[in-house]
């Protein structure tokens, strides 16, 4: 006979509701959980989506990623003639903020060459950029249809959209848009006709605008990549990453801190819901320690009652947990930003519940072991 | 009587609670016997230790001194372990509370089958001797009756059931009669009698309720923590069925 199951059969609806408070903490949990993973995702996709082997940035920064970086837009013609390179692409990466439709609108913007490595991999609506100007690919979370048109720079030239992705987005959830090289650097440096009148009347009206953050460069697959990037790396004006390093700066350097919050919040919730399950047994437990004590008092041992209350608690923290976890992918493409729950955190975060409701268990179970036979005799409660 | 031995054997049990100026002596140097087959009563007024016996004898308290045997085992000497008790307690006692205390969450089959899965007994097992047992106590139509939607009677006659449920040869049952009114009372001792004279069982009954006195085969008073007499008056009313049992 299973006296946990008979218990909760008998107070079901106490017990599912004390469920689904649990679960929507639970919930909480796996959220931030997604968030986290989303967070790492989104800061490699960044990097991975470039599909590239080598990264040449500006000679002593970790560009372009970790730190901003310039170089000469003629350093792709310079990369691409070097031993083992195959393809090389300059690329730009910005922000920019725009408005539409009386809201704003912020796109993480990269400038590729067509044709070159360092553009979109992968549409799910519409096709890719063919014009050299004007046309936008851009993922679908910024809420643009195809051929919708956006204002962008300065001028307020308007991009078509005319391709969609999926789940490119940035560390901090802005979506990634695509352009043409030349729009990305004339939306990266053209001022504004006040601005421009100013500059021509100082004469820098004559600097030029072919500047890019880095070039992307895809390595032969007969040639090692270290022998590559040494060879790069005897150009003193220019510092050459890997893409594990590029990886390991994004990780380790951009989103450290962010990383290391929503780890924070996420061991704090674990805490709180610790403490919560606790206090649900432990009160569950008073409820029951007339039951208890009569249980004791016609023989049980201790490990029936230990079991009562193990169970009970393990039964809570499993439902709520499923509940949670349905609950949040039934809503997950209603959160503002991406959450990325793979088998594993899932799993992890499983193993930390049930862990969790047999630690949070065993207040209540010395309190039942506590219990005297002798309370059965007194009067009836 | 004195063909049997007793199944409840107590040689001058004393228990004390506190010390020095604090200390209270709820037991002193009690002596009492319970033979198979034996109702005995245990009167006193409130504090005079009634409860206090009865919770050694359950073996749910420790004595201060003195002995205690139930159906030939020695109890409390210096090798006792709490899990012997709990085994004591399933074995060979059987307790009716003075309220019922049937577990909340069970029908009346599962509140007397629970005892007998703590034993060993298998489900189906458990399950036919107490559905068995509560048509032996006229309840067999409430089997399915969660303790709530049980009358006050009704709930203590499943209560009964389980005490007996494991053919205990003790059975202690502290002031089974308080809540009910005479009639059942007395339907309840009636009960009682026939299941002492039908299980060979020792009956301990702690009870204010004198309309019940000629149920007892013996009467113990307590005053103050000691044995005041001995009354060895007879039932003057003798179970209705027990002449029935006897001949069956």
């Not at chain 1, 848009?177 to 500059?199: M, S």
């Not at chain 1, 070039?215 to 590559?228: D, L, T």
């Not at chain 2, 709530?148 to 040869?169: D, F, K, W, Y």
Request: proline fraction near 4%; charged fraction near 20%; include cysteine.
């Amino acid at each position: 006979m299973n006296l946990a199951y008979r218990d909760i059969k008998h107070n079901l609806l106490r017990f599912v509701l004390t469920n689904f408070g649990l679960s929507l903490l639970l919930g909480v949990v796996i959220v931030i959980t997604g968030v986290y993973g989303g967070l790492v995702d989104d800061a490699l996709k960044q990097a991975r989506a470039a599909n590239a082997d080598l990264w040449v940035v500006e000679a002593g920064t970790n560009g372009p990623f970790a730190e901003s970086s310039r170089i000469p837009g003629d350093t792709r013609e310079l990369v691409s003639r070097v031993y083992g390179v195959q393809r090389a692409g300059s690329v730009t990466y910005q922000s920019v903020q725009t408005e539409l439709n009386g809201k704003p609108l912020r796109l993480y913007l990269i400038g590729y060459e067509l044709g070159r490595p360092g553009g979109p991999r992968t549409l799910i609506a519409g096709r890719d950029i063919i014009r050299s100007h004007y046309e936008m690919v851009v993922d679908r979370s910024a809420g643009l249809a195809l051929g919708q048109e956006v204002p962008l720079g300065t001028h307020g030239h308007k991009f078509t959209v005319v391709g969609l992705m999926r789940n490119e987005l940035t560390s901090s959830g802005d979506p990634v848009a695509y352009v043409t090289l030349h729009d990305a650097q004339g939306l990266q440096f053209e001022l504004a006709p006040p601005a421009a009148r100013r500059e021509v009347a100082r004469g820098g009206a004559g600097e030029t605008n072919d500047q890019i953050n880095a070039v992307i460069a895809k390595v032969s697959p007969y040639v090692q990549i270290n022998e590559v990037s040494s060879a790069l790396s005897r150009w003193k004006h220019l510092t050459t990453l890997t893409q594990e390093q590029q990886e390991n700066l994004l990780t380790k350097q951009v989103i450290e801190k962010s990383r290391r919050q929503q780890l924070l919040i996420m061991v704090l919730l674990i805490i709180v819901s610790a403490v919560i399950i606790a206090l649900i047994i432990y009160t569950l437990t008073m409820d029951k320690a007339r039951s208890i004590a009569t249980l004791k008092f016609v023989g049980a041992p201790d490990r029936t009652i230990v079991g009562l209350i193990v169970q009970q608690a393990l039964s809570m923290g499993v439902v709520s947990y499923f509940i949670g976890l349905g609950l949040v992918l039934a809503f997950q493409p209603y959160f503002p930003r991406r959450l990325v729950l793979d088998t594993d955190s899932i799993a992890v975060v499983f193993s930390v519940t049930v862990v969790m409701c047999l630690a949070a268990s065993t207040l209540g179970i010395r309190l039942a072991l506590k219990i005297d036979p002798a309370e059965a005799l007194s009067a009836a409660g | 009587m004195a063909d049997k031995a007793p199944v409840v054997r107590v040689e001058h049990l004393s228990k004390h609670f506190g010390s020095g100026s604090a200390r209270v002596d709820a037991l002193v140097d009690i002596d009492m016997e319970v033979f198979p087959g034996q109702v005995v009563g245990l009167m006193g007024p409130s504090g005079s230790g009634k409860t206090t016996l009865l919770n050694c004898i359950a073996c749910i308290m420790e004595p201060s001194s003195g002995r205690l045997t139930l159906d030939g085992e020695v109890v409390y000497d210096e090798h006792w372990l709490r899990a012997d008790l709990r085994r004591l307690r399933l074995d060979k006692v059987g307790f009716i509370f003075q309220y019922p205390n049937l577990l909340p969450f069970l029908d009346g089959t599962d509140n007397v089958a629970v005892v007998l899965n703590l034993a060993g007994y298998g489900s189906a097992a458990a399950r036919k001797r107490a559905i068995d047992l509560l048509e032996y106590l006229d309840v067999g139509d409430r089997k399915h009756a969660m303790p709530t939607q049980l009358s006050g009677g009704e709930a203590q006659r499943v209560a009964i059931a389980r005490a007996l449920a494991n053919r205990p040869r003790i059975i202690l049952a502290d002031e089974p009669t308080a809540p009910l009114d005479s009639a059942r009372a007395r339907i309840v001792m009636d009960l009682l009698r026939r299941i002492a004279a039908e299980q060979d069982a020792a009956i301990i009954v702690v009870t204010h309720d004198e309309m019940i006195l000629d149920r007892f085969d013996h009467i113990h008073r307590l005053r103050d923590g000691r044995l005041e007499r001995d009354s060895a008056a007879g039932p003057k009313h003798v179970g209705a069925s027990e002449s029935q049992i006897a001949s069956n």
